[in-house]
């Protein structure tokens, strides 16, 4: 009986909208956040990230070059399984950090010449 109240608590609902119920290649069932609402939040960082530096308010730069997180993370996701978790977000971060010093890189090379 304790057994089927602890399992009951511990299922997460998924909520409308936000989160989806998937079936990794392992057949479990996944509830994670779906990659639209990634993508949303990455269109709508890039935009306000627009506005805010056009009127030079502080934090448009930061909300702007961190929007590649929000695409990048629902295909880091994908690697590791389809689900939402630690590991994941942090290689995001990583493959990010990496793409942004190649631009970079390849920025000051340019610049040279």
């Known amino acids: 009986m304790n057994n089927e109240k602890q399992s009951a608590e511990l299922e997460v609902k998924p909520i409308p909208y936000l ?15 779906k990659s639209s609402f990634f993508y949303l939040v990455g269109m709508l960082s890039v935009v306000a990230g627009i506005i805010m530096m056009s009127y030079e308010i502080p934090g448009g730069t930061f ?3 961190n929007c590649t997180i929000f695409f990048l993370y629902p295909a880091v996701r994908f690697l590791f399984g389809g689900k939402d ?16 010093s190649k631009i970079e890189e390849s920025v000051k090379k340019r610049r040279k010449k």
């Open 63 to 65: 909300l702007f070059l």
């Open 85 to 100: 978790s630690v590991a994941g977000v942090i290689a995001t971060f990583v493959v990010d950090a990496f793409i942004k």
């Open 19 to 33: 989160n989806e119920t998937v079936i990794n290649y392992n057949g479990q069932k996944v509830v994670r956040i």
